[in-house]
């Protein structure tokens, strides 16, 4: 292919998407989905050289949403209405699933002393992190609302659940690098810990009671 083929190309891309603020919205996600595998493994990674079994749950659990999240966008505009509401409804069952392991690992680690501990370089990521994951979280709720699409809000519970377990694991990982109470731990531990699996219990809960309403009445 020419230079000037490609430039050519390149610019019809960039009209496309200017133009197109689904197909903007699509891209987002799949670049989301690339972002929050890069920190799965980082997490996973420090998991293994902390030998920390808190690092590795929730490189587990990102890995698992970041799997999610691709397998809703691959390939979904090709299935039909009732599809989509199922993989819809089968997002909310496997965030359910594993918000009660991370509560179980939470209750593990504050209860048996388990400090959990991140070198420095982990927590500036971790807060860079959260911070992505929150704008994020918040822009697709605006964005993906005049979209009647069942993939895309999926896409958008799963952004809201990252971004509820990032700020978790970030105070979590700050107070035990800065603080020096243990009572103050296991309160803040508890209070956000509580508030994040609420949360995601009740967003999945939602979505679960929705999508078999939506396969009800598409069938």
Avoid at 45 to 65: C, D, E, K, P, Q
Avoid at 109 to 132: E, N
Wanted: proline share 1%; net charge positive; charged share 15%.
């Amino acid at each position: 292919m020419k230079e000037t083929d490609k430039k050519s190309q390149l610019r019809t891309t960039v009209k496309k998407l200017q133009k197109d603020s689904r197909l903007r919205a699509e891209v987002l996600l799949y670049f989301s989905f690339v972002v929050n595998l890069a920190y799965a493994v980082l997490q996973g990674v420090n998991g293994v050289a902390a030998r920390s079994i808190w690092a590795g749950t929730l490189a587990f659990y990102y890995l698992t949403l970041s799997t999610i999240r691709f397998s809703l966008l691959l390939g979904h505009k090709k299935v039909n209405i009732v599809k989509k509401w199922k993989k819809y409804r089968n997002s909310a069952f496997i965030m359910l699933i594993l918000n009660f392991a991370l509560l179980g690992i939470h209750c593990i680690t504050l209860y048996m002393g388990h400090i959990i501990t991140y070198p420095g370089y982990m927590i500036y990521a971790m807060a860079a992190y959260t911070f992505y994951t929150a704008i994020t979280a918040i822009r697709n709720v605006v964005i993906y609302r005049k979209y009647n699409d069942p993939v895309l809000s999926a896409s958008k519970a799963l952004s809201l659940a990252v971004a509820a377990i990032s700020v978790y694991s970030l105070q979590s990982a700050m107070i035990s690098a800065f603080g020096d109470s243990e009572e103050f731990r296991i309160i803040m531990g508890n209070c956000v810990g509580a508030c994040v699996f609420f949360m995601i219990s009740a967003i999945s809960v939602f979505m679960i009671v929705k999508g078999t309403k939506a396969i009800r009445r598409a069938v």
